[in-house]
């Protein structure tokens, strides 16, 4: 399943149940901008990233690949959706002081996605490009639901996702810009089980598995859920960051 259509399935899911992102993200991004004219939300999804820029930007143009994603958008005035490839898009040369890309930049093509953010970027503009991968919960939680659920997910990850498990290495993606030392960010929040669940199946690998272990999948969850009744759970994520000065 390619990435346009593994995240055109369940989009309404996507933008209920991803986690946000930290306003000092944001705010690091704006403070790092000489102006805040436009930005480019590139592989903008739901644009949970979108509206977190325009609150901070005068104009905000977000494009992704799946129409079934931008049809589920939240919606601002100075936001524009509109569905382009990464790789090749119809902006004018010079046209962002800052191009962003939320839980995406491994899917991709590097070779061609990096000469089309130094054309459509203004000289001395930034890039910053930030994903998670695996969450942390309680001990108990860790052991009766997250690794029996990654244990039965291994199989369906696309290698793609290892670019970001291991940090967004810059030789790794081919990073062609003076890199920049973002902050130390983490994801916090809680949640409710079935909340949870609704989260884990908008993953990739989990939309990937087969029909065997679906059903396995499905056993799992419900156990979890009528063990944990109405708990919530505390969910701590990292947050890998990648950014850089375009040259």
């Known amino acids: 399943m390619e990435a346009a259509s593994t995240f055109a399935v369940a989009s309404d899911a996507y933008a209920r149940s991803r986690p946000s992102y930290p306003d000092a993200l944001f705010d690091w991004i704006a403070d790092q901008c000489a102006a805040r004219e436009a930005a480019w939300d590139c ?44 790789e090749r898009t119809d902006f004018t040369d010079a046209s962002f002081d800052v191009v962003t890309v939320a839980q995406a930049l491994h899917w991709f093509d590097f070779d061609k996605f990096w000469p089309e953010v130094r054309r459509v970027t203004r000289p001395g503009g930034l890039f ?11 001990p108990a939680v860790m052991r009766t639901y997250v ?24 030789d790794e993606v081919r990073f062609p810009f003076p890199t920049l ?43 979890f859920v009528s063990t944990m009744a109405d708990e919530l ?6 947050l890998v960051v990648l950014a850089g000065r375009v040259d």
């Open 43 to 86: 592989a903008t999804g739901n644009g949970q990233a979108a509206v977190a820029l325009a609150r901070r930007f005068a104009r905000v143009e977000a494009t992704d690949i799946s129409p079934q994603q931008l049809a589920q958008a939240f919606q601002e005035p100075n936001i524009r959706y509109a569905p382009q490839r990464a």
């Open 128 to 138: 910053c490009a930030w994903g998670y991968g695996g969450f942390e919960a309680e």
């Open 147 to 170: 690794r029996p659920l990654l244990d039965l997910l291994e199989p369906f990850w696309a290698k793609e996702n290892q670019i970001l498990w291991r940090g967004y290495g810059v």
């Open 181 to 223: 030392a973002p902050p130390s960010l983490r994801l916090v929040g809680e949640q409710g089980a079935p909340q949870l669940v609704e989260y884990v199946r908008t993953w990739s690998a989990y939309k990937r598995a087969d029909a065997d272990t679906g059903r396995r999948l499905e056993a799992l969850e419900t156990e």
């Open 233 to 238: 759970i505390r969910i701590e994520t990292p």
